[in-house]
């Protein structure tokens, strides 16, 4: 492997050689990507920073300087993936839904990300590890205020208008319980299907599930 720059090389050497693109955004991107692989499959502990740093195609000083330890961009990568659901959800548009049909969507939205970006959840197990540690300390995930729970909260009023929802439901408690319903089965596919033979990476497994849990959801909901 040729490299472009040798130590020792003449200076009229050097100033032949290509110029590197500078490309500041682009590297802290690639270093955010490979540290989510990193920190989701071996935790903060785990992950390596030279394995990541050689995952991003730079090198362990770049690293540091746009992120200045490990730990900080630990957090710096659960910022990335909350601020990811965050931008996700504002994509819901369920104002002119009915009710009922609009609560149904947005539960199978929250399952349906939960399914498609697992590296989430072992990203959020691993800081419950670490008892919540580095999103208290990150000022900007305090500021990630999340928008299903306001769209949540006005289809839950929609319906109480309508007669079709009690008019008792806690929105943030609902979500809670809601999103612990998708959380679980994701989170714990392994040892459900290691300890009970049920894989719900399949879709038979899983569509059964989600219908399942959309049941619980309205039984409790609607109004009898």
């Known amino acids: 492997m040729t490299h472009i720059w040798q130590w020792g090389s003449s200076n009229h050497a050097t ?6 693109k500078r490309d500041p955004e682009g590297t802290r991107r690639r270093i955010l990507l490979a540290a989510a692989e990193e920190f989701a499959a071996g935790g903060l502990f785990g992950a390596r920073v030279d394995q990541i740093a050689r995952r991003a195609e730079t090198n362990e000083r770049m690293l540091y ?33 009915a009710p009922i049909e609009a609560m149904t969507r947005l539960a199978h939205f929250v399952w ?28 900007r995930i305090r500021d990630l205020i999340s928008p299903i729970v306001e769209t949540l909260t006005a289809i839950l009023e929609r319906g109480q208008k309508a007669g079709l929802f009690r008019n008792d439901v ?16 994701v989170s714990n596919r392994f040892t459900l299907e290691a300890t009970f033979g049920l894989d719900f990476s399949g879709d038979a497994e899983r569509d059964a599930m989600i219908r399942m849990h959309t049941e619980m959801l309205m039984s409790y909901l609607t109004r009898k």
Request: aromatic letters at 14%.
């Open 65 to 97: 300087y746009y992120f200045g330890s490990k730990e900080q961009l630990f957090t710096a990568v659960l910022e990335h993936a909350l601020a990811a659901l965050v931008e996700a959800e504002r994509t819901l548009a369920l104002d002119g839904v």
């Open 112 to 139: 349906d990300y939960y399914r498609d970006h697992p590296e989430l959840l072992r990203l959020v197990n691993n800081e419950n590890l670490h008892e919540a540690k580095y999103i208290k300390a990150s000022t």
């Open 170 to 185: 806690d929105p943030l408690k609902f979500y809670i319980t809601l999103s612990g319903l998708g959380y679980y089965i």
């Open 15 to 20: 100033m032949n050689q290509p110029k590197i």
